[in-house]
């Protein structure tokens, strides 16, 4: 099979996502990061050792014949699975602010539900195309790999991280549709869920202030509704133009996460409107090269494969934005490609390595 060069439009969108990241995240957390380690570059300085090792990452794996990651796809998924397993016993994972996501010591730590991302979008794309036309039936097809990610959004659910285990079932349920299944079993599956999610939402105390912060956040404006607050301070600030590259006012401790899940909000303060224009750009760039890789991809694993890691990073971007803007309730989770943090960014470009890979074999229309 020959190859062509690699889709340079996801490339530059990648790439230009990586630059504006690794800038926000030091204006974002300079202040946060001097009060508390003395040292102003300290979260920025992080972030490039992940963004240069994430970088390698992708390098491997656009070099790695994608056939051979399909042949790994079971033990890859297995292992994924028994680290989500490990993560939750006692002294085995690590706890910080209240969620035990965490295996490793120190900075040497990752998250396997980062890990788990990847893993089971590379195992869906391998199950569900195994045999062709076995989706089309709900008991053999479909109901199996529901079940299978039933097991491990509860899993994330219970360290918990309720973000990423919706992240995680979007987008099974997107590659299920896009396998081919029907729209009568996807309908039915989709009403079964809404009172599950909600149960879970509903279940858990701090899950609940915030559904209802989401609804009405200035009913408790010091309280549950801090967040979207000061996230909706930060985002009118910058009006058209911003305030200015690192003069934001709202990073100097008053909205938290500024660097992670709610860097957004100081994109949209520093740069304005125009700033979180181009980031929604770059991610429709992606989103609109990632499925048309999908489209012309020379078998239906790799076709899978494109449209789930291109489904996993523009899901969660948009749950990410959506929840700085008010529009969803707070779930936690971050900007892909953007937000600081080594384990989200690693499997991403994983991921992005893999779509670049498929995207040098893909037909010509």
Known sequence: MSRRPPDYAVMVSVFTLLLLGLVMVFSSSSVRAYVEFGDSYYFFKRQLAWVILGLGTMLVMMKVDYWDVRRYARPFFLVALLLLVIVLIPGLGRTAGGARRWIGYGSLGFQPSELMKLAIVVYMSWALTRVPGRVKDFVRGVLPYVLLMGVVFALVLKQPDLGTAVAIGGTVMVMIFLAGARLGHLAGLAAAAVPLVF???????????????????????????????????????????????????????????????????????????????????????????????????PDAFSSLLAAGVTTMIVFQATVNIGVVCGVLPITGIPLPLVSFGGSSLIFTLAGVGMLLNISRYCSER
Not at 277 to 289: D, K, S
């Open 199 to 297: 149960a879970a939402m509903w279940g858990e105390e701090y899950r609940r202030r915030r559904f209802l912060a989401f609804l009405d956040p200035f009913a408790d404006p010091q309280g549950s509704g801090f967040h979207i607050i000061q996230a909706l301070y930060a985002l009118g600030s910058g009006r058209l133009f911003g305030v200015g590259l690192g003069d934001s006012r709202q990073k100097y401790l008053y909205l938290p996460a500024e660097h992670t899940d709610f860097i957004f909000a100081i994109i949209g303060e520093e740069l304005g409107f125009v700033g979180g224009l181009l980031v929604l750009g770059l991610f429709l760039v992606l989103a609109w090269r990632g499925y048309r890789t999908a489209m012309t991809a």
